[in-house]
């Protein structure tokens, strides 16, 4: 069984460009959170979505950040327009139920904005 | 608060070493789940352990082992007889729920560097 997979695995862009990052997630799984570690800091939750609704997207940091789930499957990260804080390393999870599992998380994507 | 601290940054031992992994958490829930990942060089986090607050016996999987204590807050990881191929790092993690909606709150990670 395919793990969570996530595209692309390095991304350099300049600041005030746009980037999107891709998460496809464990094939059957209904939740599906992005996470990020910016250098040297804690990982952090940024969305929760179950299916294609956003449940939870308190961690958000601010509204150049978009994310969406058409569909319930594979979900989009959307970063327009690129400052440079907003370089790390980006996260994807999934797991099958809300609650006692597990989430299964991606290898991540490394964002660099210069 | 829902915090999660690991005070140790990075630790360096040699092959064959024991080595300990702290983990102390904060939570106003009296119900809650904990987690240990572990992240090698290739990026990805890679589920260790859950462990829930009901249960507070020790757990053994071949050279690893943890040791949670309600008492002190506190969810440490211990690998025995360390391999290079231990070295990665290591982040504990708590499971806060609300409205709906469930997150993992991290500590910022201990770098295990293995040396043969």
């Keep these: 069984e395919a793990g969570v997979t996530q595209f692309p695995s390095h991304s350099v862009i300049e600041k005030g460009q746009t980037v999107t990052l891709r998460c496809d997630p464990i094939s059957g799984h209904d ?15 940024l969305l ?5 609704s956003k449940q939870d997207e ?10 969406e789930r058409t569909g319930g499957t594979y979900s989009t990260l959307k970063v327009q327009p690129a400052e440079l ?14 609650g006692n599992t597990e989430a299964f998380f991606g290898q991540g994507t490394r964002l660099t904005v210069v | ?15 064959k070493e024991d080595v300990t992994l702290d983990c102390v958490y904060e939570t106003r829930d009296t119900t809650y789940y904990l ?7 290739s990026g990805e986090l890679v589920f260790l352990i859950r ?31 360390s391999q290079v191929v231990d070295s990665a790092v290591y982040f504990c993690a708590l499971r806060v729920t609300q409205g709906g909606s469930e997150k993992l709150v991290f500590g910022k990670g201990t770098k295990l560097t293995v040396n043969p």
């Design chain 1, 85 to 98: 804080e907003d370089s790390g390393v980006y996260f994807c999870a999934s797991s099958q139920e809300w």
């Design chain 1, 48 to 52: 929760h979505f179950v299916k294609e």
């Design chain 1, 31 to 45: 939740n599906l959170y992005w996470y990020r570690r910016v250098m040297g800091k804690e990982i952090k939750f």
């Design chain 2, 51 to 81: 462990r829930n607050s009901f249960d507070e016996q020790n757990e053994i999987s071949g050279r690893y082992s943890w040791n949670f204590q309600k008492s002190t807050s506190s969810f440490n990881f211990t690998i025995t007889a």
């Design chain 2, 1 to 15: 608060a829902q915090k999660v601290t690991q005070a140790q940054t990075e630790i360096s031992v040699v092959e």
């Design chain 2, 35 to 41: 987690f240990w990942y572990k992240q090698p060089p």
């Design chain 1, 58 to 67: 308190s961690g958000m940091p601010n509204n150049r950040f978009l994310a």
